[in-house]
């Protein structure tokens, strides 16, 4: 018995959101296929895509350690699987990889047996995934690639995700440049106090955001998709960061920043035309250091 499962890219953060934001795109993604074996465990028995830099040991794989986390929640540590995973976004690039390949895991492993826990229910599982790839379990990637849509993590601890509606006809521009930041590295250099202006700051902006895109009110989000605190410190890790951001403004779009830990960038636009040039226009602004990227446009 076989089960294949793709699960997208996201872009974590949404600029003022660090951490409790995120959005999925309908491409790039991961795909799992989980095939059932009579031998207990969990084993990866290919990756793909990857040029080889992946753990194989399934404990130490971001798909692998989410589908045995779940099978020791559910008491089904007899069954066995073998695992192949098909990379098919960047490693490294912001994109939400580790966590892409996680969700795909434990939702692949869910339908194989039967789907004895909700969808929600699986986002603990494909959060190991992050623990065992960055150092931190945080769920603003797991959470959109799993439920699709806009994610709200309101709260980790318990864990509450919310899904928030979008403008209709709401792009996405991603763009990565062919360079790769090491999410821990990014979240290294990130200061661990945030001053009481800067809070009061992001805190306008998050509120901003999430009211407008539900109203929806274009002028609103555009004015929100501001960050304070993170960005300022992580824009040094990518090179010609001003410059594409104004490149993606200066085209229309409603607000540019780094997409989780970069180095890729992403830019919201009323409409897929708008979204397509801003695309083009910050492309260009990498080319013009020579730094070649990849373009990927959706409706979120
Ligand atoms: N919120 C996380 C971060 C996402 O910015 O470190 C990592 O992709």
Avoid: W
Wanted: glycine share 10%; net charge negative; hydrophobic share 45%.
């Amino acid at each position: 018995e076989t089960v294949r499962v793709f699960a997208p890219a996201t872009v974590a953060n949404v600029a003022c959101g660090f951490d409790i934001f995120g959005f999925a795109v309908d491409q790039p993604g991961d795909e799992v296929v989980l095939t059932r074996r009579d031998e207990p465990g969990v084993t990866i028995v290919a990756i793909l895509g990857d040029e080889g830099r992946l753990p194989r040991e399934a404990a130490r794989n971001t798909a692998g350690i989410a589908i045995q986390k779940y099978l020791e929640h559910i008491g089904r540590t007899d069954v066995g699987v073998d695992v192949i995973l098909h990379k098919q976004m960047p490693l490294g690039s912001g994109l939400g990889s580790s966590a892409a390949s996680a969700v795909a895991g434990v939702y692949a492993i869910n339908e194989l047996l039967g789907r004895p826990l909700s969808t929600i229910d699986l986002l603990p599982f494909a959060m190991e995934g992050e623990r065992v790839a960055c150092g931190s379990a945080h769920a603003d990637n797991v959470g959109p690639s799993l439920l699709g849509g806009f994610v709200v993590v309101r709260s980790y601890n318990p864990l509450d995700v919310i899904r928030i509606d979008t403008p209709t006809g709401m792009h996405a521009t991603l763009v990565h440049p062919d360079i790769e930041v090491n999410t821990k590295d990014a979240r290294f250099i990130l200061r661990n106090e945030v001053s009481l202006k800067n809070t009061i700051i992001q805190m306008g902006n998050v509120a901003g955001l999430i009211a407008g895109l539900m109203k929806p009110d274009y002028s609103l989000i555009s004015r929100s998709l501001v960050d304070v605190i993170i960005e300022p410190v992580r824009a040094i890790l990518i090179p010609q960061f001003d410059e594409v951001k104004q490149a993606a403004l200066d085209n229309g779009a409603l607000g540019c920043s780094i997409s989780g830990s970069g180095p890729s960038m992403f830019a919201l636009s009323a409409n897929a035309e708008i979204a397509q040039q801003v695309g083009k226009a910050m492309q260009e602004a990498f080319l013009s250091v020579d730094i070649t990227s990849e373009l990927y446009v959706s409706e979120i």
